[in-house]
């Protein structure tokens, strides 16, 4: 079985900064791409940014020059450098980890509880 545990969100003013993190564990042997989605609330939830294990980087249009996302590969750990925050951002954010691989030969996405964000003066 494989966990995801998020942490770093809470209440910030506009134009303020917060880090995510989301940490997989669990009988993990790789994992392709981790990243972030968010849900605000009566919307859809939509893509925020994505990371291959590669490096390679993913971002919807409306945080490119605001948002970085970074992984730990050896600690299967996802970041997300949220800068320049903005009352729009503000949703809950889920991570996922794409193409887990464990040592059963299993091969799956999994996805975080969650983890608010709010953007508010």
């Known amino acids: 079985q494989v966990q995801l545990v998020e942490s770093g969100g809470g209440l910030v003013q506009p134009g303020g900064s917060l880090r995510l993190s989301c940490a997989a564990s669990g009988n993990i042997f790789d994992i392709f791409a981790m990243g972030w989605y968010r849900q605000a609330p009566g919307k859809q939830r939509e893509l925020v940014a994505t990371i291959a294990s590669g490096g390679s980087t993913n971002y919807t249009d409306s945080v490119k020059g605001r948002f970085t996302i970074s992984r730990d590969n050896a600690k299967n750990t996802v970041y997300l450098q949220m800068n320049s925050l903005k009352p729009e951002d503000t949703a809950v954010y889920h991570c996922?980890?794409?193409?887990?691989?464990?040592?059963?030969?299993?091969?799956?996405?999994?996805w975080g509880q969650g983890t608010q964000v709010t953007v508010s003066s």
């Open positions: 996922i980890a794409e193409g887990v691989l464990d040592y059963y030969n299993d091969y799956r996405d999994y």
